[in-house]
């Protein structure tokens, strides 16, 4: 029970003929300042009611509610303001987490029913660039999230294995392209080729219609067609697999665009079979006017598929599939009008399962204030990113603990661990321009500063030889440990609110709150006194490194126990 509810409950015995519990709780506050306790209650909202001034019904009420769950009860004008009792909290919150351990803040939500995220896809024969990074790390954080409160999330590569730009690539490998070149290094040089395309074609119009005749050939299963698609297909996903390696990101399917070709057809005749299509200048539209959507081009006027043909595909056979209690979409803010699309079609052949689609929108990593663009060649490969971040934080581990075993695989945990953790501690849908020198900070609300809180933790806890004991006395009344176990008492409250708003940031940002406030701790507390309280202040390091540890998976990093 967190201090709102707990204030509530009391408060509700004193007010139930006027306000409901769930009432009282809203109306409680947080104090901007310790000096005005935890939580506050402002009377305001019962004057109309007890025909009282709000600083009478404040001070009435003081003398009616159960002091013994507080440590003192303060009236401040209109307000109640309520201080919680340290020592009884400390104890019940460090014993939850002595006797959960990593399970603490897990919840039963989700009742073990499936949430497929579709996430990442790249697309094939195109380097995964930095562009990709966000898609794929909130997807997979997500994917933790969800799991944390009972839900089973299927992690979905939804690979952009099909289209024209493989028409294009058949054309610039057949002109321009050599098949050693593509072996040695086959996604520099299928994207030099795909970029050497899109310039030639400025110039020579002619090349984009060869492009589609290829595509064409693809389509109807031409043999060389589908061997160079192949070809290309394998080779990328070697280098793509090599990269999400290093993330520590996994899949659960690999199912692409070209997985949904046969499934195309019967979207249409379901949509025949409802007189949903219309021809519109030779194409099948569906009128989406009633939800104020443009039209769903369904199908063009050559008969070729779109990208909603083959996401209401994809949509049908996850939900045949999993049975989905939500079906999560981890793409760009540009494609919110798609999936609004998407929902209304599905909705209007009649699945009312259409509103447990929920597209996850982020905003974009930008360099120097600008979009980086594949098309264009201006581009910021996440392999090179991440290597170089590991590089960094190698550095700086050489500098500050030249002795520390491991140390390859500790700066590649921190390296890339700061990547990711730089992107996830942004609200998803702000933009954020990109700096390797201040994500890989030890210093400041970064990733390695966070870990580097953990592995302090941990060494105090090793020094100390420190074995948790749900039995022993762990109350804490200080000041100081006050900060630090409020932060730890908030925590299942925080999972429910990352997963209630689809936001990693709310984890990365707890995180950062209890290293700060835990450093703080640190350094005005001699943790390892020999006294009466030296196990209960042990018992909190102990907390906080559980708690850090679980914030940091949840986000998809790892937690060294030395740095």
């Known amino acids: ?112 029913q499936t949430v497929p995220i579709d996430m990442s896809s790249p697309n094939i024969a195109k380097p995964i660039s930095m562009g990709h990074l966000r898609s794929t790390v909130i997807g997979n954080s997500i994917g933790f999230i969800m799991e944390k409160i009972g839900y089973q999330p299927v992690r979905i590569n939804h690979l952009g294995d099909w289209g024209t730009q493989f028409g294009k690539l058949i054309v610039a490998y057949k002109k321009w392209g050599s098949e050693a070149a593509v072996k040695a290094e086959p996604i520099k040089e299928l994207l030099r080729l795909y970029v050497d395309f899109h310039e030639k074609a400025e110039k020579e119009p002619a090349l984009e219609d060869e492009a589609r005749a290829w595509f064409k050939k693809l389509e109807d299963g031409d043999a060389e067609a589908t061997q160079l698609w192949q070809w290309f297909r394998d080779e990328s996903l070697k280098e793509f697999n090599k990269i999400y390696g290093l993330l520590g990101v996994s899949f659960d399917s690999m199912n692409g665009e070209a997985f949904y070709n046969d499934k195309m057809a019967e979207v249409v005749t379901l949509l025949e079979e409802k007189h949903l299509l219309k021809e519109d200048q030779g194409a099948e539209i569906v009128d989406l006017s009633a939800y104020d959507l443009n039209p769903a081009l369904i199908r063009k006027s050559d008969g070729a598929t779109l990208y909603i043909t083959r996401d209401l595909a994809a949509a049908l056979y996850r939900k045949r599939t999993y049975d989905f209690a939500q079906a999560l979409y981890v793409v760009g803010n540009e494609q919110t009008n798609h999936f609004k699309q998407l929902k209304a079609v599905l909705k209007e052949m009649g699945f009312d399962w259409a509103e447990d689609i929920h597209h996850i929108p982020f905003g974009l990593i930008t360099k120097d204030g600008k979009k980086l663009s594949t098309r264009k060649g201006k581009i910021i490969l996440l392999e090179e990113v991440l290597l170089e971040a590991t590089a960094l934080a190698k550095a700086q581990i050489a500098e500050k603990n030249p002795t520390l075993e491991n140390q390859d695989q500790v700066a590649q945990e921190v390296g890339v661990g700061a990547v990711i953790f730089h992107d996830l501690k942004n609200d998803r849908l702000n933009n954020f321009d990109f700096d390797l020198e201040e994500v890989v900070r030890f210093e400041g609300e970064t990733g390695p500063y966070v870990q580097y809180t953990h592995a302090r933790a941990m060494s105090i806890l090793a020094k100390a030889d420190f074995t948790p004991d749900e039995t022993a006395d ?44 835990f450093n703080k701790y640190y350094a005005n507390v001699k943790i390892l006194t020999d006294d009466a309280e030296k196990a209960a202040r042990l018992a909190l390091v102990h907390g906080v490194t559980v708690v850090l540890k679980e914030d940091l998976r949840l986000l998809g990093l790892q937690a060294p126990d030395k740095m």
């Open 1 to 112: 029970m967190n201090n709102k509810e707990i204030v509530a409950k009391e408060l509700f015995e004193v007010v139930k003929d006027d306000l409901t519990l769930e009432q009282v709780q809203n109306l409680l506050e947080n104090p901007k300042s310790a000096d005005h306790g935890d939580v506050a209650f402002p009377a305001f909202s019962l004057a109309k009611v007890y025909r009282k001034a709000p600083q009478q019904i404040a001070a009435d009420l003081a003398t009616k509610i159960n002091p013994e769950a507080f440590e003192k009860i303060e009236v401040v004008g209109p307000y109640l303001n309520f201080f919680m009792s340290k020592g009884a909290i400390s104890q019940k919150v460090l014993h939850q987490i002595v006797k959960e351990q990593a399970a603490y803040g897990n919840a039963t939500i989700g009742a073990g």
């Open 474 to 517: 762990y109350t804490l009344a200080d000041e100081e440990s006050w900060e630090v176990i409020k932060l730890l008492q908030k925590y299942p409250e925080t999972v429910l609110q990352a997963a209630e708003k689809f936001e990693p940031s709310v984890i990365a940002k707890h995180g950062i709150k209890l290293a700060q406030a």
